[in-house]
């Protein structure tokens, strides 16, 4: 598998390849609120993305939750509508191919869901629910085929005694049955993709090395690929041969596994890997772990998306009026410092922020003592927020912060990996 920067030419030799991915949501507002925004507001999945993959190859998708892994898989499988970007599937351009023709491309692309509980027909039986792929696409219409077929394909995932179970309910099934029957029905048609999402996730501790042990076992016999979506490190390690690191609909590193864990690049990257348990005390070490919470992806944080809370941020990263407030309000924890900076700058209502710029009215006679609190403010602030302001400034009655714009952000060869960072 190798890795694309964004605007690069698609790889011809690519199973899967995808350019500049974007995928937003449309956010429902209350009617009279719509006639007093400017624009509609959009939640930000995935906010371009790119990466390829080639046939035999795991990629693992890595974050938290709500940064957009699951997004991508499913708009690769074209369950979702990207927004933007492009999706190339064995070299065919399907980012807005018409339903009637990807659905011929579906028997090469699967997925295996979360939720076992949920993926599975409640009202179909096992048998039924892993066979009627092949009546969809036509590969099989008598009932003595289909079930030919189902029970092989349920001895090779394990779930067994095949005949037993072919017309049971899914409600008479185990959690790791129920996701074996779904790998089942993914993999009848033999594709050559699997988008797996989070496969082991809602199993038992007990038996998720041996799906992951199946699904590898798959794998070799009938040279699958996997986008595997996941948030669990340690389940990435022993599976993925490349990783990419997600935050906030943004991949911030890619590369080999095995290099990325040895020694990662990106802050958040290392922040993930600081917060594994380390049952040994002698080996545990002091942790830099981010601070406060992921940003509202509605209106994500400008120039790159972990800059507020970074251990590692630069003056350029991409400060912004929303991030002065924000001090501004981290500094009212102190009730000292929160009654002088409520006397003399106002409650944080009066306080607009927008883009670049963040300001409130002011009284002519109050300009100078608001302008030089404002500068002693900066000069407690942390180095990289102060270093970034530009200029104070009284415009039309107001007085006004205003930040530097952000570098240019783009990903990096760091080596042998792809880093987005304003470090390197």
Not at 65 to 84: F, N, P
Request: proline share 8%; hydrophobic share 40%.
């Amino acid at each position: 598998m190798t890795v694309r920067m964004p605007g690069d030419e698609f790889s011809d030799n690519s199973l899967l390849d995808v350019g500049n991915l974007r995928v937003y949501y449309p956010v429902k507002v209350p009617l009279i609120q719509r006639f007093f925004q400017s624009e509609k507001p959009f939640v930000h999945a995935v906010d371009g993305v790119s990466f390829n993959l080639k046939a035999g190859e795991i990629f693992g998708l890595i974050g938290e939750s709500g940064c957009g892994k699951t997004t991508i898989g499913r708009a690769v499988l074209r369950l979702v509508e990207a927004t933007s970007g492009t999706i190339r599937f064995e070299g065919v351009d399907i980012t807005h191919l018409p339903e009637s023709k990807v659905r011929p491309l579906r028997q090469r692309m699967q997925i295996i869901f979360q939720d076992p509980h949920a993926s599975l027909n409640p009202a179909m039986s096992i048998g039924q629910g892993i066979g009627h792929p092949l009546k969809i696409h036509g590969l099989a219409w008598l009932e003595a085929d289909v079930r030919k077929e189902v029970l092989a394909v349920m001895r090779e995932v394990g779930l067994t005694p095949e005949e037993q179970l072919y017309d049971k309910l899914p409600k008479d099934l185990s959690g790791g049955q129920k996701q074996r029957a779904a790998i089942a029905r993914a993999i009848i048609l033999r594709p050559q993709l699997i988008v797996a999402d989070e496969p082991v996730a809602m199993l038992d501790m007990s038996i998720r090395a041996k799906v992951l042990e199946l699904m590898l076992d798959l794998k070799e016999k009938y040279h699958l690929t996997y986008l595997f979506i996941t948030h669990d490190l340690a389940t990435a390690k022993f599976l993925c041969d490349r990783i990419a690191i997600m935050y906030l609909g943004r991949i911030v590193e890619t590369g080999p596994a095995k290099d990325i864990y040895e020694s990662p690049k990106h802050p958040y990257t290392r922040a993930l890997l600081q917060a594994i348990p380390i049952p040994d005390p002698m080996r545990r070490a002091p942790k830099v772990l981010p601070k406060g919470e992921v940003p509202d992806a509605i209106h994500p944080p400008m120039g790159c998306r972990f800059h507020p809370r970074c251990p590692a941020v630069l003056p350029t990263c991409g400060w912004e009026a929303r991030d002065f407030l924000d001090y501004l309000e981290e500094r009212r924890s102190d009730p000292e410092k929160g009654r002088e900076d409520e006397l003399i700058l106002g409650s944080l209502e009066v306080w607009k922020a927008n883009g670049l710029e963040a300001g409130r009215p002011c009284e002519p006679e109050n300009i100078a003592i608001i302008t030089e609190y404002v500068r002693s403010v900066f000069r407690e602030a942390p180095a990289p927020m102060a270093q970034a302001l530009d200029d104070i400034k009284v415009k039309e009655g107001r007085i006004i912060v205003v930040f530097r714009s952000p570098a240019a952000l783009a990903p990096k060869e760091v080596e042998g990996r792809l880093v987005e960072c304003l470090l390197y």
